[in-house]
Every structure is written in C-alpha cells, then in structure tokens.
DNA sequence: ATCTTTTCGTTTCATGTCAAAGTGTTTTTT
DNA sequence: AAAAAACACTTTGACATGAAACGAAAAGAT
C-alpha cells in the first residue's frame, strides 16, 4: 500500500475543498461544451462573448480578460478572423496593438449561442438555490483574490 | 453599445456564479501550477499523484479519475514513460489493458513534489475559513453532481 | 538625436486536449 | 465455432496552452 504524505489537518481540508473545486469546473465546463459542439471551441467562444460584450478591444485586453497567454490569442484570434468572424485593424495611435473586432457573421454567431450557453449554465446550477448560488460565488471570488491589493470592491 | 442577451435573473445568477467559479478555479489552478514549474506538467503530476495514491491502474482508471479522454491519455503516459517514471505492463488477464504503475524515480518524484504542490494548496485557500471551505466542497460536489444516479454517498 | 527600456504582439517548441476513426482483444450471440 | 458486439487503447487531425525568444513600435533617459 503506497504511504501518502502526512498532512496537517488544515492541509487534508484544503485538499478536499481544492479537488472538490475542481471537478466542479471540469464537469460544469464539459457540460457547457455541449451547445457549442461543432460550433465553436470554448476558447472562441469566449473571445466572441467578450467582444459582443464590451465591443472591440486590443488583443492584450482579450488576452487579460479571457485569462489566457498573450501567445495563446494570436493563434485563437487568426482562427476567428479565418473563419470571418472577427477583423483586426491596425490602432493608429499606436502601431503596436491590433484593435479586434466582432464581423456581422461573428455578432450573429454569437448571438445564436449566447442563449443555449447560458440556458446550459443556468440548468447545471438549477440543482443549487439561488441563496446556495450566491453563496458559492461569494467564496470563489474571496479564494480568487489572494495576493490583489484591496482597491476591488 | 452592443446590447447584451435580456436574461431572466435566474439565468444571471447562475451566470454570475458560473464566471466566479471558473476565475478561481483558474486562478488556483495557475498558482498550483508553480511548485511544478520545470519539473511536471500539472496532468502529469495529476497521473503520478493518483497512481501513488491507488497504486496500479488500468490507462482506463487513470483517464477516469484525472477526467481526462483516452487519447489524451495516450500520450501523457508515453511521455511519462519516457521520462521514466512509470511502467506499463500487459494484464495477462486481459491482453486489450495496460497495467501502469509508478518507476522508483516515479515514486521518488512525487513524494517530492507532493508536499510542495499541497502546501501552495493549502496557501491559496487560507483565504478561506475551515467552515468556508468545507460550505465551498458542499456546494461544489452538490453543483457537479446533476445527472447522476444517487447510488454515490 | 541617440541609446535604452518597456510594451505589444508574434513565433517557436513542447505538451495537452478532444473527437472520431482505427486496431486488436474479449465477450456475447446465434 | 463463427459472427457480431463491446471494450481498451491508439492514431490522426485540428486546436489550445504556456514559456521563452523574438521583432517592431513607443516611451524614457542622457
């Protein structure tokens, strides 16, 4: 029988909550997938909700917002524009950055899913109350903002 | 102004606690990350951790317990193979499975990493009390588990 | 103005990821 | 036992992912 490390009490409840936490995301993700199967990865289709959120941003600010590498996006975004989905335009004030934007074909495609995505993750948390809904994200975002200065509401 | 989806406000807080819990899974996941910086990717140690903690396992059993696909597994399994760390071995039982089990150098690198890998766990969710981290598992294992039968404990 | 540093994005490299099709093995049918 | 179905894993193809090295543009230093 192989001898797992000897954890501190506070270090086995981490343990538990962390795991429990994760599969949480995998399985509510993969789920989610399944409107976009065929459609869009989950990657675009969050660069895609972004824009069609906050309207057109350079590819850093995706970037950061989206949670992904910069190294990432170039290639997710020449996927995008590809397939017609979205346009880069060169920032006149500042030839470094790429201003991205959604295409009709993009705000259209997004629009589409929009709905089934959301009904996806409205019915995967239909089995918490809305106070249990609550409750969860409160201690998401309480773990998320280790380490942030206290300037965030 | 891109105007958004008109949600119903149960479909905005689900939507709302859906975003919080993949930024802290995200985030944890990134600062877990750390300790294994040059040694393992995070699935590589997902596999090790697991077959340290079990014992022997079928490449089925593995895929099953880090959720991952069969073909991903494939090859995570054959660059751990090649690094050293584990060994498959035919079950003579049934010549379709591959029985794989952790090398001495296997053994040797987990154990190290483990703790390491815990301690950076337990940190991140210092954050929370021990209460909040037992309400956040609750709430997470209630969340994940829709569509199953109710034969689990 | 020139040099240096910083910043934004891209490229490269190694790995991970899934879906779908394929290969060989075992089990079930008939 | 031969055929069919189910199963465990592999292969392939397209995409995602991060780290690190790189190129170009902007900002700062002197």
């Known amino acids: 029988m192989p001898t797992a490390h000897q954890g501190s009490s506070a270090e086995v409840a981490a343990l538990d909550a962390y795991i429990k936490l994760m599969r949480a995301a995998e399985t509510v993700t993969s789920r989610v997938h399944g409107p976009l199967l065929g ?4 990657t675009q289709f969050g ?7 906050r309207g057109a941003l350079s590819a850093g600010e995706i970037a950061e917002k989206v949670l992904k590498s910069a190294g990432n996006l ?4 020449a996927n995008l524009e590809r397939d017609g989905l979205i346009s880069r335009e060169r ?3 500042d030839g470094r950055r790429w201003i991205i934007s959604l295409t009709a074909a993009g705000r259209k495609r997004v629009s589409a899913l929009f709905p089934k995505v959301a009904a996806a993750i409205t019915a995967e948390f239909a089995h918490l109350s809305r106070a249990e809904q609550a409750m969860l994200g409160e201690l998401c975002k309480k773990l998320g903002r280790g380490g942030r200065s206290t300037s965030e509401a």
């Open 39 to 42: 459609e869009l990865t989950v």
């Open 47 to 53: 660069v895609l909700e972004v824009l069609h959120h």
């Open 74 to 77: 170039t290639l997710v975004l």
């Open 91 to 93: 920032d006149r004030s």
